[in-house]
């Protein structure tokens, strides 16, 4: 029995949607496969328009979307549940990986430039911040796999839990799993006494043997790294030296305008790798 066992890909017949649902079908684990594609509200006057004149208009692009994503899954040997929406797309997705239990949402990411992808405000970040689940990002053309995995951590719940579930995930697979926990430097250290700026690195470095020693327990061996600086940049270093095959972190998933407030550490990753980032929650 697999961790990701009902997984639901949002489909919108875009490269990287498609390359999202190849990756989704690829997942050994994936027993039941889900298909959603929404259209998002019409914004028009719909007394001129009429709700019913609406449904029929989107009826043929969305039949389209949904069978083009069933000839992608057959082709490669799979059966898919498919799901059309009308709606806020996010909130579509989100509430139907609610409706089905999904264990994993796996998202698409454009190729877009470096700039362009920091700005967090697409739907695929959108779902990251809202869902109840995990999320995995996959940058088009990029493949899910896991022999190589990398943890980011700090010393909240968020990231302690993906700690654990990058453990599971490499026991699953036998896989190699480093861990980054980076120490924000405030300007490098500007300010701060020398003997809080031991502390903070002491504790740092307790902290990982702590995580070392969980990971042991479960019979997985971890490499660790304690490295300074702003935390989504060294993330950032650390992937391209490592090359791993994918990047796990921890999402708060908060509730109300919080949830608005983009731009965490996830987020900012998510946009400047090249390989899948799974987002716990």
């Excluded at 027993?31 to 007394?47: C, K, M, N, Q, R």
């Excluded at 739907?123 to 943890?151: E, F, R, S, Y």
């Excluded at 060294?234 to 992937?239: F, K, L, N, P, R």
């Amino acid at each position: 029995m697999g961790i990701y066992n009902r997984a639901l890909v949002p489909y919108d017949g875009s490269d990287s949607s498609k390359n999202a649902l190849r990756q989704a079908c690829a997942m050994t684990d994936v027993l039941e496969l889900h298909v959603i594609s929404v259209f998002p509200a019409y914004e028009g006057d719909l007394e001129l328009i009429g709700v019913d004149n609406i449904k029929k208009i989107i009826e043929g692009p969305v039949q389209e979307l949904i069978d083009e994503a069933r000839n992608i899954a057959k082709d490669l040997g799979r059966d898919i549940k498919t799901e059309a929406r009308y709606g806020e797309p996010f909130q579509e997705i989100v509430d139907y990986a609610e409706e089905i239990g999904a264990h994993v949402i796996v998202m698409g990411r454009r190729g877009l430039s470096r700039l362009e992808r920091q700005l967090i405000g697409s739907v695929t970040a959108k779902v990251v911040v809202h869902a109840d689940t995990d999320v995995i990002v996959v940058p088009q053309g990029a493949q899910i796999k896991w022999d190589k995995m990398l943890v980011a951590v700090d010393q909240s719940e968020f990231a302690k839990r993906a700690f654990l579930r990058g453990v599971d995930l490499a026991r699953l697979h036998n896989s190699s799993l480093e861990v980054i926990y980076v120490i924000f430097t405030f300007g490098k250290f500007c300010g701060v006494p020398p003997e809080a700026i031991k502390e903070i690195r002491a504790n740092a470095r307790a902290y990982m043997e702590q995580l070392e020693k969980m990971a042991k327990e479960r019979g997985v061996d971890v490499s660790t790294h304690v490295v300074e600086g702003e935390a989504h940049e060294e993330i950032v270093q650390m992937a391209e030296e490592k090359a791993p095959d994918i990047i796990i972190m921890g999402s708060r998933g908060m509730s109300g305008i919080k949830r608005l407030m983009l731009g965490s550490v996830t987020e900012k990753v998510i946009g400047m790798v090249s390989c899948p980032v799974l987002a716990v929650h």
